[in-house]
């Protein structure tokens, strides 16, 4: 194996400057077949690696730092591989592990006093990975599986009626209780305990009306996991939105954002995504897309670079950027009209990294819910730290995803709120396999659905067992 | 000293040559690069054995990820990283490395800024990453137990619900390890009311060059004998490495109040620090930060300090309410007659929050206005600091090298940021000059050349302007007595090796005082 940067002097340490000054420099290449990690389409940017100065302020709340104590499982440790592999070191298995380890929560890019841009690091060394590693056969076929069906609605629907069965039959607890799956399939059976009970669908209408006076016309991305699983969700969003006065535009033939497919760095599927979603709502002429999903939210803001390179579509990428909007981030803009009942409850936030993060989304939130009479919010220990859900993350990394989980789930337990509430589908599926393996009964919600059963005046039971 | 934690408890410090842990004849490094290859072959079978199998870091481009701490231009990749769990590992580790030659450094969080946990390549880098259990917090007794890898702000987050806090706070206290500010004797902004690390550790289970588990000091204030304790904080790892350390823990005050002042120029805030300290107040912090400096903070945390200062100072003021009361009515008068122009109390804990956080993060946040820069740690006599900035902003202009300063004001320990960019030609070096004159500067005004940060690598070089060659033998007197083979954290303090020898490995002759009849080995 090439040891590019490895300073080895007989002379006992002369001048370690001058050793930093030869591992910086010309990298000979260990092995004539080492190619380097990185080609010259797009690597992880020079420019950007050396914003970092290695203070080491990201270290806690890197969840796979807190993990490990490793500094290669580390923002800075990846910062370090990345930049080995601009100087010509290879893209060894070990290299890639750490790169793959990171959940890309960008609980670091909150910490950075330097502003160091990890997010669009690790997305871009993520693409090289996905173009030159060939993985394991076990590990490409559970991703191949992954993503032939989560950003496909169509067989997540699929996929509703025997799980639906599944559910309703008994044998989760004796599949759960026999520990079966674990030894056989952990990663199978990480996905078997994610997997939410299912609610019934509701089909949610091309147009929702404005309720009184019209005061914007907006659109509605309904996802995958959040529109399959999590029904629920976008039904109150359109309700919220249309009680404060939007109509509501839902394209029928929107399809899935490339959330997933963004964060693991698989470029043309992203891409592919990207564009089709920009067509379906140029098509509905809206000024506002508003998305419910914090993951889905985060990825259609960096449509701009995931589109740079096609001519076609990056202007028409830089446009639709503009109009995307959380829908947290949207009501606290637009301000609230519609009346709120009370609702007599004790609620953790838990601020999804894609939403807090990724997109600076902390207050919002926070201020639609204390607008509701009633209501005490509790803040969670550890706020930074990811659950463990990071998009896929849980389901191939199984582990250490029920380690993060189970950490949150205490965390959340200690503010003695009765309902947790937080903003996407994944982090709602971890935490709530998290609470009831640790045995806390709690309600869980999306934010939207605390504000509908308000505006409804609906009562709590509807939100989950308090 | 009951043996309540740890094992391998002797009954004191035993100070001595390592002939009990390794035969006189042991296999020791000569220093060919075969034989060195063999003594760490060797070391890292012994660690194989003695940690998990996940507790050793081999590859070569993993080993890279351990080859700065937090001052990076100084990088050198350790031939292996260990990442122990518990002192009996660490001990085992380091009686490897006794045996066969092999030096060793230990790391804490990474992030010292003098380069004091920069590996060897032909060393062991003794990661304490892993050992960072809490063992106990007696409230009552004002005294937490803790490892090594502890976070700095743990502790403090562990005896905040008992109404007690770890008081000294690094600016990275949000990171660094327990481990890391007992060998550095790390200080932080409210060392000046209450001192520096070496204040609050009462106690440690001190693994010795020879790999010996010794303790040192222990939970009652104070052991009679020699204060070994107080020789081993602040060694920066050149006498073992720390595993357990017992800390002091302070009562949380009944009032703090947190003022940030701002001030035309630094002139003026420096002599409202004067005018507060010579009025008998002792702040918990007068930190003070020039015009450069905010506009670093500014753009990385957004602290919204007073627009146009040429200065701020945040001074902080905790104790009993009434006291708290009385001594903020003349801190206010005096900075008002010292030239403020804008004064702003902090009304709730997130306000305090930023002011502060605009403070902590100030070092790193220059990143955003300069590609590199060097973090100086020099001390004046406070009286001296109006004279000294403007010497230090003469020595920018001359030279044309920026530097930003952000410093503990209160105990005149400044910390110019001096600002290059290291791609271009010969930026670096003028950086280092200009870094170098600083710190000359505070010699020559009767200070010292690190306040806090420690010598390590960075400022190994500049003993002998501080020290003459008798004062550097003595302190080699001390470490010879700890490490004979000068194997634990070979190459820093000191500019270099003397008399110990300055390549791992046994000595063959008598030491050189001994020889001179100067001195016995103990």
Not at chain 1, 332 to 338: H, P, Q, R, T
Not at chain 2, 190 to 206: A, E, I, P, Q, R
Not at chain 2, 399 to 405: C, I, L, T, Y
Request: proline fraction near 7%.
């Amino acid at each position: 194996m090439a040891q590019p940067t490895r300073v080895q002097s007989d002379e006992p340490q002369s001048d370690p400057r001058k050793a930093g000054a030869q591992a910086h420099g010309p990298v000979p290449i260990g092995s004539p077949t080492a190619r380097p990690a990185f080609d010259d389409e797009h690597p992880p940017s020079a420019e950007l690696i050396s914003d970092c100065v290695h203070c080491g302020f990201c270290l806690p709340t890197c969840p796979t730092y807190t993990l490990w104590g490793e500094e290669m499982d580390s923002p800075r440790g990846r910062i370090d591989l990345m930049k080995a592999g601009l100087q010509g070191a290879p893209m060894t298995d070990s290299m890639v592990q750490h790169f793959d380890a990171c959940l890309g929560c960008m609980a670091c890019v909150t910490a950075c006093p330097s502003g160091v841009q990890y997010d669009k690091l690790i997305e871009a060394t993520r693409v090289q990975v996905e173009r030159h590693h060939t993985r394991s056969p076990g590990d490409r076929a559970m991703r191949a599986a992954i993503f032939a069906l989560f950003p496909y609605k169509r067989r997540l629907r699929a996929l509703r009626g025997p799980l639906r069965a599944y559910q309703a039959s008994g044998l989760p607890k004796v599949v759960r209780r026999s520990g079966l799956l674990d030894r056989l399939a952990p990663k199978l059976a990480a996905m078997e305990g994610l997997a939410p009970v299912l609610e019934k669908r509701e089909k949610l209408p091309e147009r929702v009306p404005a309720v009184g006076q019209r005061r914007a016309v907006v659109g509605m991305l309904t996802g995958c996991v959040q529109g399959e699983f999590f029904p629920g969700v976008n039904a109150a969003t359109a309700r919220v939105l249309a009680a404060e006065g939007c109509d509501v535009v839902i394209p029928r033939r929107q399809g899935c954002c490339g959330a997933l497919s963004v964060h693991n760095g698989r470029q043309e599927e992203a891409e592919r995504f990207a564009r089709s979603t920009i067509d379906s709502f140029e098509a509905a002429g809206v000024d506002t897309v508003v998305v419910n999903a914090a993951g889905c939210g985060s990825s259609m803001k960096e449509y701009a670079e995931v589109l740079a390179d096609d001519p076609a579509y990056a202007e028409r990428a830089r446009a639709f950027v503009a109009k995307v909007r959380d829908v947290s981030e949207y009501l606290a803009e637009l301000g609230s009209v519609a009346p709120r009942h009370p609702l007599e409850v004790t609620i953790a936030y838990h601020d999804a990294c894609h939403l807090g993060h990724a997109q600076g989304i902390r207050q919002q939130p926070r201020a639609l819910l204390r607008e509701i009479p009633g209501l005490q919010l509790k803040e969670i220990p550890e706020a930074e730290i990811c659950c463990g859900s990071a998009g896929i993350w849980n389901v191939l990394n199984p582990e250490p995803a029920r380690e993060l989980g189970d950490r949150k789930a205490r965390n959340i337990a200690s503010t003695g709120a009765t309902l947790l509430v937080t903003a996407n589908p994944g982090c709602l599926m971890q935490v709530s396999s998290s609470l009831e393996r640790q045995g806390t009964r709690m309600g869980l919600a999306h934010t939207i659905e605390v504000l509908d059963a308000s505006i409804r005046g609906l009562p709590l039971s509807t939100l989950g067992p308090q | 000293m009951s043996g309540t934690h740890g094992t391998e408890k002797t009954a004191g410090p035993v100070l001595g040559t390592s002939t009990d842990t390794v035969p006189p004849e042991a296999t020791s490094a000569t220093g060919t690069p075969g034989d060195k290859a063999d003594a760490i072959a060797a070391v890292t079978r012994v660690a194989r054995a003695a940690l998990p199998a996940n507790g050793l870091i081999t590859d070569p481009t993993e080993l890279r990820t351990y080859e700065c701490d937090g001052l990076a231009h100084y990088r050198v990749t350790p031939a292996l990283v260990v990442l122990p769990e518990t002192t009996e590992q660490v001990a085992a580790v380091v009686r490897a490395c006794a045996e066969h030659g092999v030096p060793f450094v230990a790391r804490g969080s990474g992030t010292g800024l003098s380069g004091g946990a920069l590996p060897r390549a032909d060393g062991i880098l003794v990661v304490t990453s892993r050992m960072r259990a809490i063992r106990e917090v007696r409230a009552a007794d004002q005294r937490a137990v803790v490892e090594p890898g502890v976070i700095n702000l743990d502790v403090t987050r562990a005896a905040t619900p008992e109404g007690y806090y770890y008081a000294p706070d690094p600016s990275s206290q949000q990171i660094c390890s327990v481990g890391g500010n007992l060998a550095e004797n790390s200080g932080g902004a409210h060392c000046l009311k209450y001192g520096f690390t070496s204040n609050h550790v009462l106690g440690t289970d001190l693994v010795t060059p020879q790999g010996d588990v010794v303790q040192l000091g222990g939970l009652a204030p104070d052991a009679p004998g020699y204060d070994l304790l107080g020789t081993v904080v602040g060694s920066e790892g050149t006498l073992g490495i720390a595993t357990t350390a017992i800390v002091r823990l302070v009562r949380l005050p009944e009032e703090v109040r947190t003022l940030l002042v701002g001030f035309r120029s630094t002139d003026d805030a420096g002599a409202a620090t004067s005018a507060i300290i010579s009025a008998g107040i002792v702040p918990a912090a007068i930190e003070m930060m020039d015009a450069l400096a905010i506009e670093a903070a500014e753009a990385a945390v957004h602290c919204n300090y007073p627009d146009g200062a040429g200065a701020v100072l945040v001074i902080e003021l905790d104790g009993a309410a009434v006291e708290v009361e009385h001594e903020y009515e003349q801190v206010e008068r005096l900075c008002r007659e010292h030239g403020s122009f804008e004064q702003r109390l902090a009304i709730d804990a997130a306000e305090r929050a930023l002011i502060w956080k605009g403070r902590k993060s100030a070092f790193a946040a220059v990143g955003r206005i300069s590609p590199d820069y060097i973090v100086q740690d020099g001390v004046i006599p406070r009286t001296a600091l109006p004279e000294v900035l403007r010497a230090i902003a003469d020595l920018s202009s001359s030279s044309g090298v920026r530097v930003a300063n952000v410093f503990h004001a209160g105990d005149g320990n400044l910390h110019p940021l001096v600002l290059f960019d290291g791609e271009k030609e010969g930026a670096g070096e003028a950086a280092e000059e200009v870094s170098g004159a600083i710190l000359d500067l505070c010699i020559s005004h009767g200070g010292s050349i690190t306040g806090e940060h420690g010598v390590g690598t960075d400022k190994a070089a500049y003993m002998p302007r501080m020290f003459t060659d008798e004062d550097l033998d003595t302190m080699q007197l001390v470490r010879c007595a700890f490490d004979p083979d000068n194997i634990s954290n070979p190459g820093k303090v000191f500019p270099t090796p003397r008399l110990c020898g300055e390549v791992p490995g046994k000595r063959k002759k008598p030491h050189p005082l001994v020889e001179a009849g100067l001195a016995d080995a103990f």
